[in-house]
Each structure stands twice: as C-alpha cells, then as structure tokens.
C-alpha cells in the first residue's frame, strides 16, 4: 500500500498514524499524535529543565529570551558533568571506610609502599592510593611434617612433628618473606635435621623425645627470628619416632626386650626395698639383746664380785663365825630341796610318824615350781652339796664337837 494517496494531498505515515491527526492538530507529518512513538528531544529538555531547576536555572530559562536563552544553555551544558563528578567523589570516599575485626591487624600501603598498622575498629583511607590488608594475628595455626632422617649413629629414623604459632608482628609477616608459611616448613625441616643428626637413635625412639623438641623450638625460634617472619611459636610436639618400616619388627623386639629388663630391675628394687627394712630391724632387734644382756651379765657380775668383797671382809674380822654361818646356809638351801629326812636318833628327840614321802614330794614340787629347776638339777646340786658337806667335815674334824654342843 503506497504512503501517500493520490489527488488527496495528504501524506500517511505509518509511525504519525495517519492524516487524520494531523488534520486536527495541524501538524501533518511532525509524528506528535497520540498513536507514535515519544519525541527524545522533548524528554530530553524536560529531564534538562528538571536538572536546570535543581541547580537554581528554571528562572533564568523561563525569563529569558533570545541571547539570554543561549547563555542558559551553556550553563545547562557544564551542570552535568559536575554533577556526575560529584556523585563520583562520593562514591570514591565511601569506598574508603572500612571494618578491622578485634583479632585482626591493618598493614596500610600506601602506594605500595608501608605506611601504618590500624588496630580494630571503623577506619577510612583513600582508595586507591592505600590499600589495607588484613592480618588474623590471634589465631593459632598449625603446621606439621613427616620426614626421614639420619641420627648421629648412622641410622635413619622417621620423625613426625607438629608446630603451632601466632603471627606476631603483621608488618613482617606480609613484606618481609613471600611466603612465610614455606620459609617456617623449611626453616622446620632444617632444625629438625640438625637435632637428630646430633643425637642417638635409642634416645630419639625411647626417653629423648621431650629434649628433642625443646631443642627444636629454641632452634627453630631463631632461625624465625634471624629470617624476619614476624611468626612466634606456641609450640612444638614430636607425635611419632620410629624405625623404617622393613626393621620396624626388628625394633619392636628390641624395645620390648629393654622394657623387660627394666620391669624385672623395677621388681628387684621393689623386693630390695620390701627385705631391707625389715632385715635392718631384725639385726637391731638382736644388737639390743646383745646389749641387754652384756649389761645384765656385767652388773651381775659386778654384784657378786661386791658381795664376795663385802664377805670375804667380814671373814677376814671373824673367820669362824663367817665359817659357820655360810656352812649353815650352804645347808639349809641344800637339804631343803631334797626328799631326805635326818634325824638325831642319838640324842633321843622324839619324832612323831608324818607321810614323809608325800611332804618331801609336795615340798620338792613346789621348790621346783618357784625355782625353775629340774629334778635332775636338784640331784645335781644336792650332791654337790654333799660333797662340800664330806669335804668341810673332813676338814673341821676338829670343831664338830662344839658345833654339835650349839
């Protein structure tokens, strides 16, 4: 269908949506009817007329005219870009706030270059030109490695080990070694190696354990410290030694037969401290008897030496009497234990008939009741006693008739 009719004078465009608007508006083809699309440079000026009215230039366009409405134009043309720019700057110096957590550190850069350390809390810096860069320096981080080595013996032992460490200081930790959990494996490696290269295999595998890592983190300590890291160590545990794996059978036994021998020492310590006490109580026990009883020999001893003195004093002022005396007691402690009766038939005393028998058994029970003697002692000592008696009256034969007279 061609546009335009022919003899009508009036032009259809299919976008205006016909002559017939034009017709009423009188605008023919401007595209400003119901039915086409927006006009953009109207929208345009209305979006430009509502900047012009926020800056403070409605008054001036709506007043204006001819020159005047050129100026505003102008005006009009510089408006927006600073706007933008402005928004821009605001935009640039919110970006620059920023948050540091209580456990964290900021190392700020400034142009690549350190600058500061902000600790925690709200913080505003210039983007771009610095850059903040956040450090966890509470946090305990962990790092362990399994390796083989030789001991000073020339065996080869595997050594499991675990570290734990802080970063200390942030500044150190981001710009003075690249990659400082790297340099602290090597730096680990190194000490470790140089601890057991100086030691023996036993005590690496048994009781040197502890000593191996306390050796090892002093060392490896300075080595951080020499390298700048900005890493403190918290510490070190050796998890695991042992041998290789193809004499690791070998080495088992051999632990096993150590751990019996000790065991069996243990058990003999034990026994020796169980017998001892109670052998050493034992000889002082028997050192104490022996003491009592040369004590009690000796003071006998010296009694019977002061009563024989005493007497043999007395028997040197009166001999016969002391004579007569220890004769009469001899006598009477001998014939008072025996069962034999004597009787002066020759003076003519009169007896009465008594169970002699059952006295003298009576009497010779209770004697050895309270003496502790048996009877074959009492033989013993009466006929001891008798053969004093035979002696001293052979010897006082002549001093038997006054002793009968008295």
């Known amino acids: 269908m061609a546009w335009n009719k022919p003899g009508g004078g009036n032009q259809h465009d299919p976008w205006s949506g016909g002559g ?4 009423k508006k009188g605008g023919g083809g401007n595209g400003g009817g119901n039915g086409g699309p927006p006009d953009l440079d109207e929208a345009l000026k209305k979006f430009q007329d509502k900047l012009n009215g926020m800056l403070g230039n409605g008054r001036k366009r709506r007043g204006g005219a ?38 964290e550190r900021g190392v700020v850069l400034r142009f690549g270059k350190y600058n500061d350390i902000v600790g925690p809390g709200l913080h505003w810096n210039p983007p771009i030109i610095d850059d903040v860069r956040e450090v966890n320096v509470t946090k305990v981080r962990s790092l362990s490695q399994t390796k083989s080595m030789l001991t000073q013996d020339e065996n080869i032992v595997e050594v499991q080990m675990s570290v734990q460490y802080q970063v200390s200081n942030p500044r150190d930790f981001l710009l003075n070694v690249r990659a400082p959990e790297i340099s602290l494996e090597n730096a680990m490696d190194s000490a470790l190696r140089h601890e057991v290269g100086s030691a023996d295999m036993n005590d690496i595998l048994t009781s040197g354990r502890e000593l191996l890592a306390s050796n090892v983190k002093s060392r490896l300590q300075s080595y951080l410290d020499n390298y700048g890291v900005g890493l403190t160590l918290q510490t070190i545990n050796v998890e695991s030694t042992s041998a290789p794996a193809a004499v690791q059978d070998s080495f088992d036994d051999v632990i096993k037969a150590r751990e019996d021998r000790q065991r069996t020492i243990n058990q003999a310590l034990a026994y020796e401290n169980s017998i001892l006490p109670e052998a050493q109580g034992q000889a002082q026990r028997i050192i104490e008897e022996a003491e009592g009883y040369k004590e009690s020999v000796v003071a006998k001893s010296q009694g019977e030496a002061n009563r024989f003195t005493s007497l043999l004093t007395e028997y040197q002022k009166a001999p016969e009497i002391i004579r007569e005396r220890m004769y009469l007691e001899t006598m009477g402690e001998v014939l008072g234990k025996t069962n034999k009766v004597l009787v002066d038939v020759e003076n003519g005393n ?21 003496s502790g003697m048996s009877r074959s002692e009492l033989d013993r000592v009466s006929r001891q006693a008798s053969d004093a008696l035979s002696r001293s009256q052979s010897t006082d034969s002549s001093n038997s008739i006054r002793r009968e007279g008295r």
Not at 20 to 23: A, F, I, S, T, V
Not at 356 to 364: C, G, I, Q, T, V
């Open 20 to 23: 017939r608007n034009g017709d």
């Open 66 to 103: 001819g020159g005047n409405g050129g100026n505003g134009g102008s005006t009009n043309a510089f408006a927006l870009p600073g706007i933008i720019g402005v928004i821009l700057v605001a935009i640039w110096a919110a970006s620059g706030f920023y948050l540091v957590d209580q456990s």
């Open 350 to 370: 009169s007896l009465m008939y008594l169970p002699l028998d059952k006295l003298a058994n009576k009497s010779s029970a209770a004697a050895e009741d309270s």
